[in-house]
């Protein structure tokens, strides 16, 4: 039960991701706000998703 709420750093980012690609802004950004608070995640792939984010929808995800 525990890894559905907080599922390890890949899966936040593969979600991100997916959500980015799905168009759906509301889910990326709730993914995305997961993504910045998370710690463990490389500060490349957090600009990267950021950066898709706003490409995908000309904002920035927080």
């Given at each position: ?31 995305m706000?997961?993504?910045k ?7 490349k ?7 898709a984010?706003?490409?995908q929808?000309?904002?920035?995800p927080?």
């Open positions: 039960m525990a890894t559905c709420l907080n599922p390890p750093p890949p899966v936040l980012t593969v979600l991100g991701f997916y959500y980015i690609n799905a168009h759906d802004e509301v889910n990326a950004r709730k993914w706000q997961r993504i608070d998370q710690p463990r995640i490389m500060s792939e957090r600009t990267e998703l950021e950066a984010f706003y490409q929808f000309g904002s920035k927080y």
